[in-house]
């Protein structure tokens, strides 16, 4: 098993910054990737940015390219999703997953291990 607990949501003013973070414990090095998904009110949970644990290889939503970045610290087993001058469209609950074989990363499915999920709230 891997836990995961996600930090650093809030509320940001559009085209301000915010890092979010997970921390892995467990059965951490059984992980493939690690990604973001995010869930606003009345919609489907989708993808946002993934990163592949042992390369470090990115693969980002169109919505996030050029705005957020995702990165690893291996040593501290956690993944950040820095969001550079988010907008509001871009509040949702956002989650940290896990997965231990992922064939698409878009996938919810794919994925083993969720967190609990961390608000973020843009204001315009």
């Known amino acids: 098993q891997v836990q995961l607990v996600e930090s650093g949501g809030g509320l940001v003013q559009a085209g301000g910054s915010l890092r979010l973070s997970c921390a892995a414990s467990?059965?951490?090095?059984?992980?493939?990737?690690m990604a973001w998904f995010r869930q606003a009110p009345g919609k489907e949970r989708e993808f946002v940015a993934a990163?592949?644990?042992?390369?470090?290889?990115?693969y980002y939503a169109e919505s996030a390219k050029g705005r957020f970045t995702i990165s690893r610290d291996n040593a501290k087993n956690t993944v950040y999703l820095q969001m550079n001058g988010p907008k509001p469209e871009d509040t949702a609950v956002y989650y940290c997953?896990?997965?231990?074989?992922?064939?698409?990363?878009?996938?919810?499915?794919?994925?083993?291990?969720w967190g609990q999920g961390t608000q973020v709230t843009v204001s315009s």
């Open positions: 997953t896990a997965g231990n074989r992922i064939q698409r990363f878009v996938r919810p499915g794919d994925y083993d291990y």
């Open positions: 467990g059965r951490t090095f059984s992980v493939y990737a």
């Open positions: 990163i592949t644990w042992g390369g470090g290889s990115t």
